[in-house]
């Protein structure tokens, strides 16, 4: 406990996995915050984001790579897209299956060391459902993108992908129910919200985590505008024909061109690179963004917030997984124009393009996002929302 008027100091256990690509940098940036605070902070990560936890000073129990999430949900995934299997209710869950094989490896590593609570990524939530009944205390889920249940607004199949609709509704929303709080790390202006909100639901803002990065020297030489070509983190089956595409459809415009890859893209599949374009490893894309006239991305959340936040319009190309709701969002807001994935082509994208340089109203609607976002704090939101709900069980 701190002094009497102050509140109280709590262990607060918190999971992550780099299995999910954008899914765990809210989270670090939640726990660095609760860290700040005052907060006992241990973090449960993989040999890939062990990094990012100690870099940021907190308490790492790091499993071994054969607990790595990636070893169950890989090939779940692949089963997924290569034999056109359909989920049911009743059949094997991968987040299920990696949380029992690392409960006991985790109540073990704590060594006695009994958290107030656990708060998990998306990924997660298998593992944080069953931890938390394990060691009985309560659990807080932190969704890095917008709201999901059974009273969505939209229809599933335009929230989701063909895949993204079954592990939504068959691996995760079950889960979800059980957890005693659940903060939405997003936009309530952004997002579609339900005409009611379950109680225990709390929209906080978005919250952004970076590694640091080098390489941005390029960006402010005197030339002309950027355009930044961002893919996932997590890489998806074809998702290099958005940088290819995109690189020929912006070839006859007057722009320097930036394209970031993740570790699993091969730069070698975009074949001889124009002039006027860079391409790089993992880049802080909050230095990017600030030299860049458009965006062309997945419409992964991360980017599409961050994009919004920096008040630069965007070219969407959702191909996979929630990113079909994040681009209704986006467009919704007046501030992307969309391209479906069956419509990708040199043409559709390059019309796109052309449509959000025409249209003054892209940029400015996509600046007015930025001033309404740039005073919210998610971070201290979310925290608040902690405390609050710990101090009154």
Known sequence: MQEEGKSCCYRILCVITGCGGGDWPPLIALAESLHRRGHDLMVVCDTSTLQAVEASGMKALCLPQELDLAKVFEPAISR??????????????????????????????????????????????????????????????LNPSFYFGHSNVLLWDTDFSEMGVQMYRHWLLSHTKKANLVLHATDPVFDICPSVLPSHHKYVGPLFWEMPGNGQESLQKTGSPWVLIAVSTSPQPGDMTIVKTALKALDSMSFRVLVTLAPGHNKDDLGEIPPNVHVMGYTPHSKVLPHCRLVISHAGHGIVIKSMYHGI???????????????????????????????????????????????????????????????IDGATEAVEHIEQFLGTR
């Open 80 to 141: 997924l897209l290569t034999r056109k299997e359909k989920l049911t209710g009743g059949g094997e869950n991968p987040l299920e299956i990696w949380g029992v094989s690392c409960v006991d490896y985790i109540i073990k590593s704590l060594n006695g060391w009994c958290p107030a609570l656990v708060i998990t990524s998306l990924l997660g939530i298998g593992l944080g459902g069953i931890l938390t009944k394990k060691i009985t205390v309560p659990w807080c889920f």
């Open 313 to 375: 319009p965007m070219v969407l190309l959702p191909w996979g997984r929630d990113q079909p709701g994040v681009a209704v969002r986006a467009e919704r807001m007046g501030t992307a124009v969309v391209v479906a994935k069956p419509d990708c082509s040199v043409h559709t994208l390059a019309a796109g393009i052309e449509k959000i340089l025409s249209d003054p109203q892209y940029l400015e609607r996509s600046q007015v996002a930025s001033c309404r976002l740039r005073k």
